[in-house]
């Protein structure tokens, strides 16, 4: 009876020091489920993907206009808040790094920077680390305010300049990180394992099987020894005697197809941003060029855009000014298409040559005339007439049409 109790009692412990290595392990297997963006950061695709959208925009000049009437808007070139975000924001970061950091942290939880201001003026613009800010905020769902924290020291939100993704709340917006976790970890968990492998020199996992107990002698003997071989060390050599099988608990990178493996997870993460992948792979076709601006880079320009509105324009200032990127100079690199384009625009008559060459930093010519081809009939749509310049000839159509419609109509 007291064999029967002591065995149970053996059996017991058994199962409850499995259950804990169960735990244990479970635990050690899901112990970066909480992937950040700064973890996120660490894989290559990701990284590359963050750099490209931010580095191109912090090159895009934003400029500030003014709408004059339904027919004419002005650029303001002499105003301190152009100057601040194009060229010196009066921080320690230049206006390339500032931009370029903002959009780095849209992608997170939000891009933020502090508004010194002297009264209405704004005088510097300084970029804070999203890490740095919290929320003081109320529960209504429907009259929303909140406060900005800054290592405890409050401020009203139009202090800060605040370019968001995904908000739903107007303080702070949904991590690309957060929304694509699933993915990232993928990528993430086949970047360590690339890196476990290198450093085990390529061994495999496994576990080794013997037909007896060994003594406490021998098992540390054969630990020290599977140590060095996994040390990537030059004794790669251990000895299996006395009836000792090792089985294998892992694949080889060749069975797990790793390299095709990290290219599909790149392929997907290009995704994530709506990138093309071939501009992060090489062999990117202009079409793939234009998509990429037109998926990445516009909406980002436009948040930007916004945000720029509603936090450095005064409000008596927001019906007749607006900030408006430049995206001319994405296409600086490409001399081919850049002036492809200004013919375009000066043989339809809506550039002349001087503000061509004010683009290309080139001193004006003083030739203020804008070309119009001697081969089309020109129509005005307000006064109904039309004018051929080749045979010098006017016809007012619209009039015409309408007298023989109001006699018709007396008849």
């Known amino acids: 009876m007291k064999l029967f109790k002591k065995r149970a009692e053996e059996q017991t412990v058994e199962q409850e020091q499995d259950t804990q290595e169960e735990q244990i392990l479970i635990a050690h297997l899901g112990a970066d489920d909480n992937l950040d963006f700064k973890m996120a950061m660490k894989i290559p695709a990701f990284s590359s993907c963050i750099s490209k959208i931010s580095n191109t925009v912090s090159i895009v000049p934003i400029k500030l206009y003014k709408r004059i009437d339904e027919n004419k808007v002005e650029e303001v070139k002499d105003d301190i808040r152009v100057k601040l975000i194009n060229r010196d924001t009066g921080d320690t970061l230049d206006a390339l790094q500032f931009k370029k950091a903002l959009v780095e942290d849209y992608f997170g939880k939000g891009g933020y920077a502090y508004i010194k201001k002297q009264g209405n003026r704004v005088e510097s613009i300084h970029y804070v680390d999203n890490k740095e800010i919290s929320f003081r905020f109320n529960e209504d769902p429907i009259f929303k305010e ?105 694949n080889t990178s060749v069975e797990m197809q790793l390299n095709e493996n990290k290219r599909t997870n790149s392929d997907e993460i290009c995704k994530i941003f709506n990138m093309p992948p071939s501009l992060i792979n090489g062999g990117a076709t202009e079409l793939d060029k234009v998509d990429f601006i037109q998926s990445c880079i516009n909406p980002v320009l436009e948040a930007l855009e916004k945000a720029l509105d509603r936090d450095l324009l005064l409000e008596k200032e927001k019906d007749s000014y607006f900030f408006k990127a430049d995206t001319s100079e994405l296409t600086k690199g490409d001399i081919k298409t850049r002036y492809e384009a200004y013919a375009i625009a000066s043989n339809a008559g809506f550039m002349q040559i001087d503000e061509i060459r004010y683009k290309e930093n080139q001193p004006a010519l003083g030739l203020d005339f804008v070309k119009l081809g001697l081969q089309d009939v020109l129509y005005f749509p307000k006064t109904g007439e039309i004018y051929v310049p080749n045979m010098n000839a006017r016809e007012e159509i619209k009039r015409k049409g309408i007298s023989e419609d109001e006699n018709r109509n007396k008849e």
Do not use: C, H
Request: aromatic content about 12%.
């Open 146 to 250: 909140y406060r900005i924290l800054v290592r405890g020291k409050e401020y009203e939100p139009y202090y800060f300049l605040k370019i968001l993704r995904n908000t739903k709340n107007g303080r702070e917006g949904k991590s690309i990180v957060d929304e694509n976790k699933d993915v990232l970890m993928v990528a993430y968990y086949s970047l360590k394992f690339e890196k476990n492998l290198v450093k085990s020199g390529g061994n495999k996992k496994g576990f080794i099987k013997s037909p007896k107990k060994l003594t406490d002698q021998a098992m540390k003997a054969l630990k020290n020894a599977w140590r060095k071989l996994y040390s990537n060390s030059s004794e790669n050599v251990v000895i299996l005697n006395d009836g000792l099988d090792f089985k294998e608990s892992a």
